[in-house]
């Protein structure tokens, strides 16, 4: 869908002279780059949590307010249509986009989150009894635990916990070792939000195929950074969220195999995810509608899809080439710092550098920094069980995004030593 023909010239010319990206004209694509916080030029560093939208996007849902709102599927008019097409086109995108078999394979979920519940209370309900057992990981973000401890809780199975090394790298033998014939899924992030540790998911997904396990992995923290092929990766479920890709907040993405999928129970029951509702009997829709029941959030569907097309008309390799410059810059330049402990020191690591400060409480951190209009974030980031394998109460965590630069960098190393001056 994205093609060199719907680049802007200034782009095209400058894609063509070099693989790198253009982060001049990047960085004034998003609005809320340019503003100040605290008197000061905003530096964002907090990406992992949500990411700034470009203007494409902006307008991209403006335009559908705008011109073209509806709800889709129901109606025979002008409007209902149009919105039909967008939010049809919106799915093919995100199909392109993780190269999924088909676009009956991409439900639009909430987030995330709602899409590993979906999982964990359809594929997990019908196939997940007691005595059996459900692997996760040690360094999984709280959506990834809980909908998973409910599943067990309900069904007397039981959570196993694949452990991690001192640099925050999943025991990939351990998690191996892990599994029976009662492990009925593995689920895993593709890369670490608290750490960045990217995970060898394809090495993880061949190997438990091999013993038919099906393997859902979280994606949240890997698709704004990297390109991702559900169908080379193997993945039998592949979740991400639409606000961490500079897509709006409320949506996201469940990718399941079709297969799969035909053979769950529906999630939640409604309008939409039916083909004939009587009171004796109801027989559901055919895939994707059978787990969206309700209005979607149409909009926000087509912001997706204006995100992708965004980052299409970039390339995700010079994303993932740029932000890897970047994140090995950002590790030299902090981990430099007398007094810095990096949190996460895997060799396969993105988009996040976790620390602690000797001394300093990490909302101390957070707070000090804000004074200098750099956002970081700063807790257990939604992943208490990693903060207690490291033994901290919290870290601070800077996380980027491709239109991050070296300045800002540079920004949070003065930042960091101006907080070890306030506390010393
Ligand atoms: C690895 C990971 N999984 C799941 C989530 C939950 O995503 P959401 O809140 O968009 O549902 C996050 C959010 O930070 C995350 O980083």
Redesign the pocket.
Known sequence: MTTAAKLPQAEQASTSRSARIDIDKIRRDFPILARDVRGKKLVYLDN??TSQKPRAVIERIVKYYEQENANIHRGVHFLSELATREHDCAREAVKEFVNAGSTREIIFV?????A?NLVAQTYGRANVGAGDEVLITAM??H??IVPWQILCEEKGAQLRVAPINDDGELLVGELHKLTSPRTKIIAL?H???ALGTVNPVKKIIDCAHSKNIPVLI?G??AVPHMKVDVQELGADFYTF?S??MFGPMGI?VLYGKAELLEAMPPYQGGGDMISSVTFEKTTYNKLPFKFEAGTPDVAGAIGLGAAIEYLNQIGMDKIEKYEHELLAYAIEQVSSIPGVRLIGTAKAKTGVLSFVIDGVHPHDVGTILDQEGIAIRTGH??AQPIMDRFGIPATARASFAFYNTKDEVDALAAGIRRVQEVFN
């Open positions: 992992a949590a909430r987030g995330t989150t709602e590993i999984e973000h959506s990834n992030a890369v670490s939000n979280d949240a923290q969220s606000h961490k996201g980031h939604c």
